[in-house]
């Protein structure tokens, strides 16, 4: 077995054996199929909705100037084979967060952060 498979198994029994931890999020994947140059808009498809199991790792206000939350979200590779783009955006608690820098994946894990405005 290799190491990225010995990983991935350990990522998943990390979520098993932790299963009152993670919270449901709901990841929705925006289909961007094109970019009008007339309107200066990108052209969406049919998004993709997906529910993942992620862990909320951190949670704080960034800016007081622009009254912004972040999280910080930790999920299985696996759940998002897709990949993760700017377009996207995450359901959290009914509350829609946006994504932005620093995305980080590998073979294992993916970890984003997200924000919206207060």
């Given at each position: 077995?290799?190491?990225?498979?010995?990983?991935?198994?350990?990522?998943?029994?990390?979520?098993?054996?932790?299963?009152?931890?993670?919270?449901?999020?709901?990841?929705t994947k925006t289909a961007v199929s094109g970019f009008d140059f007339n309107t200066k808009?990108?052209?969406?498809?049919?998004?993709?909705?997906?529910?993942?199991?992620?862990?909320?790792?951190?949670?704080?206000?960034?800016?007081?100037?622009?009254?912004?939350?972040?999280?910080?979200?930790?999920?299985?590779?696996?759940d998002l084979e897709s990949g993760v783009s700017f377009y996207d955006y995450v359901m959290?608690?009914?509350?829609?967060?946006?994504?932005?820098?620093?995305?980080?994946?590998?073979?294992?894990?993916?970890?984003?952060?997200?924000?919206?405005?207060?």
């Amino acid at each position: 077995m290799s190491y990225a498979g010995l990983i991935r198994k350990s990522v998943d029994m990390a979520f098993q054996l932790s299963s009152d931890i993670p919270s449901t999020v709901t990841f929705t994947k925006t289909a961007v199929s094109g970019f009008d140059f007339n309107t200066k808009e990108k052209i969406e498809g049919v998004p993709v909705v997906s529910p993942i199991e992620a862990f909320i790792v951190a949670s704080k206000k960034k800016s007081k100037k622009r009254n912004t939350m972040q999280k910080r979200l930790i999920m299985k590779a696996a759940d998002l084979e897709s990949g993760v783009s700017f377009y996207d955006y995450v359901m959290i608690d009914g509350l829609k967060w946006s994504i932005g820098p620093p995305i980080a994946i590998n073979e294992a894990v993916i970890s984003i952060e997200v924000f919206r405005e207060v």
